[in-house]
């Protein structure tokens, strides 16, 4: 075993020691849909992507069925007839995971956001404060989360944030859904951990590294300094020194803006009505521009994603002239991709949008030739769209065609659901 303290040494960066935690909800969106309807309790139960769509979630009796992830639902239908199957919800996913991340943020000074379903946490010096063991705090914040938030988790605490990953996927398979790595149980958890498993490898890299004879996490600390370095760069050796319990990636606040924010899903009915397609887009639209401007962000790319009933896929993007986060900005650049991708021989089953390049509003620079007050009214429309939603509840305001012939100019109605 390499001596940790004799590298780290070497190198000037001792630091503190730190104690992370990551905080997993387990089977998040089957979790969401079990608080929202308690019959569902100790069924077998799927969360698919749409009528038409995939498995996305699992309860443990749904795995232990052996329902594989990803699959169509119509087969999974057909094999397991006995599963419960609920099409996703993804804006009550989203509710409830603020209200988790509420819970934890209350617990510690410093989260971090990694996911909707997943959180590390700073616990250095709590156990102090909250006057008890890491272990029964661990326990105290899931208890607090199943209390507050009505969803279950599991907790890996360790050294660092590649280390507490690993811990947490280990808690998972433990009676408690708690697993602490300290500094004698590093060496057995990496020895445990295939390559493969590891925070950040991935399935491209992990078969390059198994090709290297590294098969455990425990042979990847091992390799030499250099050796990593000329092979996969600074960000390799950096993975080297995380598991080998130094802390160099810190928990922040500030969370990192996303590479990109999609919104897709399965039509209820296959179809070739361009009409229908354009509407379902501006759903999508509208649903990713009200999370860019969550995160006060406008984009300056996006994609449109129009998938065959045989699953053939296109897609095609286009940067904008000007940064936006407004539904109907979008959809003028995004409706005639669509119209040069869709053939009315062809019948589709979903159409979809990627927003990408992201830059924060309040580094945005208005030019000279734009027209600022038209922009200012659509901004305001669009906070007025989102306060409607936040209070009635999602899709209170919905867009759509005056015209089901597509003239050259559309023209776009907003109108409360019926």
């Known amino acids: 075993m390499i001596d940790i303290q004799h590298h780290w ?7 503190e020691q730190k104690y992370i935690a990551l905080v997993d909800c387990d089977s998040f969106f089957v979790s969401c849909e079990r608080r929202l309807n308690p019959d569902l309790n100790n069924k077998a139960v799927c969360v698919t992507s749409g009528e038409r769509g995939c498995v996305i979630a699992r309860s443990k009796e749904a795995k232990e069925m052996g329902i594989p992830m990803g699959q169509p639902l119509f087969m999974a239908k057909r094999d397991f007839p006995k599963c ?9 996913y989203g509710e409830i995971s603020s209200e988790v991340m509420a819970v934890l943020k209350n617990l510690s000074p410093t989260v971090e956001v990694y996911s909707i379903d997943e959180a590390f946490v700073d616990l250095t010096g709590l156990a102090k404060l909250y006057k008890m063991n890491y272990y029964k705090l661990a326990r105290y914040i899931k208890d607090e989360v199943w209390e507050k938030a009505g969803i279950p988790v599991s907790i890996g605490l360790s050294r660092t944030k590649a280390l507490a990953k690993l811990a947490s996927d280990k808690a998972k398979t433990t009676q408690t859904h708690i697993c602490i790595a300290g500094k004698c149980g590093i060496p ?16 491209r890299l992990a078969p390059k590294l198994r090709g290297h004879g590294i098969r455990s996490a425990y042979d990847y600390i091992n390799k030499n300094d250099v050796w990593l ?15 080998m319990g130094n802390l160099i990636n810190k928990v922040s606040n500030e969370r990192a803006l996303p590479k990109s924010i999609s919104n897709s899903r399965a039509f209820e009915e296959f179809s070739s009505d361009l009409n229908y397609i354009k509407n379902e887009l501006m759903i999508h639209i509208h649903a990713t521009c009200r999370k860019l401007r969550r995160i006060n962000c406008k984009c300056g790319t996006i994609g449109v994603m129009l998938r065959t009933k045989d699953f053939k896929v296109s897609y095609e993007k286009i940067d904008l002239k000007q940064p936006t986060n407004f539904e109907f900005e979008i959809s003028n650049s995004a409706f005639p ?10 019948v589709y089953r979903s159409v979809g949008i990627v927003l990408e390049n992201f830059n924060p509003c309040s580094t945005e620079q208005l ?3 734009e027209e600022n ?5 659509n901004e305001e429309l669009a906070k007025s769209l989102d306060k409607l939603e936040s209070k009635f509840g999602k899709n209170i305001v919905r867009t759509g065609f005056t015209n089901k012939n597509i003239p050259e100019k559309q023209d776009y109605l907003i109108k409360p659901m019926d």
Request: no cysteine; glycine share 10%; charged share 30%.
């Open 373 to 377: 007050p038209r922009r200012v009214k």
């Open 84 to 92: 419960i199957y609920i099409s996703a919800n993804h804006a009550n």
């Open 229 to 243: 370095k000329s092979r996969f760069g600074k960000l390799g050796l950096e993975l080297k020194y995380e598991l």
């Open 337 to 346: 991709i669509l119209q040069e991708m869709f053939n009315p021989k062809v």
């Open 188 to 203: 057995k958890l990496l020895k445990q951990t295939e390559i493969g498993e590891v925070w950040g490898v991935g399935r």
């Open 9 to 15: 040494k070497n190198r000037g960066l001792m630091q």
């Open 367 to 369: 030019t000279l030739f």
